[in-house]
């Protein structure tokens, strides 16, 4: 989530908006999944309120932040 400042801040609310605007996500990736891996992904989606992309993005940080070295460039 992006980091907010608080009321004593001293930017103009025009300038807080727009340093607030979060960039769209533009990249689509597809994956091939097997008939169980759909079930626990809908349980999941049902169960946490979040999407799938949610749900794949914390997966992938999950996956990165055991494998750090992996993931250091």
């Avoid at 992006?2 to 769209?24: A, C, D, G, V």
């Avoid at 097997?34 to 169960?47: A, G, M, P, V």
């Avoid at 992309?53 to 992938?60: L, P, Y």
Wanted: hydrophobic share 25%; aromatic share 2%.
């Amino acid at each position: 989530m992006p980091y907010t400042r608080n009321n004593l801040s001293r930017e103009s609310k025009s300038s807080k908006k727009k340093r607030n605007r979060i960039e769209p996500m533009q990249n689509v990736i597809s994956m091939r999944i097997n008939d169980n891996e759909k079930k626990t992904l809908e349980k999941l989606t049902k169960t946490t309120s979040k999407s799938i992309s949610e749900i794949m993005r914390e997966a992938i940080d999950l996956w990165c932040s055991k494998r750090r070295n992996l993931c250091m460039d």
